[in-house]
């Protein structure tokens, strides 16, 4: 089983409009968690990262929010713009991990005018 | 600063055919990791290395051998291609392992027919 799901699996929004991402884990113990942005055809990009610590974190329009106790995560953007489409990713950490990522499927966002 | 670099692009091999995916990093970094991404399946882990000299197995090392031929260079070698091997690659490369944030190669993108 997936110890990184995320919802939903992809979702079509009108330029400006908010949207929200989602992201459920099982690793333990937690270390941090990043959401990454890869756009079509090149690498993933890291957008945020928040430990255990953190409970919301920004950058320009995207907002990440973690709750560890329910071991959720979700990521909102903000006024969307067409150079949102991509595939957004959650990438989990453990602790005493020895280089092991747990990777979600990624959220598929289309941005139409 | 170039960051990760990854030659070739694009490759098309027949099955049995032999290949070597180079990858390269300028960031003094530590650790560098091999992954593939298929459809629908999330990035996975095929080989990593900690630090220069070392090299381990991840997710899916089946039919791939590594080389961490330098601090900045890490090669991933396909002895004999096989269909199921069509994937886009990636590098990634973090200052060490575990929590640190993985920077991301542009990728590869391999056809064996």
């Known amino acids: 089983k997936n110890q990184v799901e995320q919802s939903p699996q992809s979702l079509i929004i009108l330029e400006g409009k908010n949207c929200t991402l989602q992201?459920?884990?099982?690793?333990?113990?937690?270390?941090?968690l990043r959401w990454y942005k890869q756009d079509t055809g090149r690498g993933p990009v890291s957008l945020t990262i928040?430990?255990?610590?953190?409970n919301t974190k920004s950058n320009g329009r995207y907002t990440a929010t973690l709750d560890a106790d329910t071991k959720q995560s979700s990521l909102h953007i903000t006024a969307s713009q067409l150079s949102d489409s991509a595939s957004y990713i959650c990438?989990?950490?453990?602790?005493?991990?020895?280089?092991?990522?747990?990777f979600g499927k990624g959220n598929q966002v289309v941005v139409i005018p | 600063n170039a960051g990760v670099t990854q030659t070739p692009k694009f490759q098309v091999l027949k099955t049995g055919q032999s290949m070597t995916l180079q990858c390269a990093q300028d960031?003094?970094?530590?650790?560098m990791y091999w992954y593939r991404q298929d459809p629908g399946m999330g990035l996975r882990l095929i080989y990593y290395s900690a630090s220069e000299g070392t090299t381990d197995k991840g997710e899916v090392p089946n039919g791939y051998n590594v080389s961490r031929l330098n601090k900045r260079e890490f090669s991933l070698r396909l002895e004999s291609a096989a269909p199921s091997q069509t994937s886009v690659y990636f590098c990634a490369s973090s200052a060490s392992g575990g929590a640190n944030e993985q920077f991301f190669g542009p990728g590869t993108r391999l056809t064996v027919l």
């Open positions: 992201c459920n884990y099982t690793v333990s113990p937690f270390s941090n």
């Open positions: 990438v989990v950490s453990a602790f005493f991990g020895n280089n092991r990522l747990a």
């Open positions: 960031m003094n970094h530590n650790s």
């Open positions: 928040m430990t255990f610590s953190e």
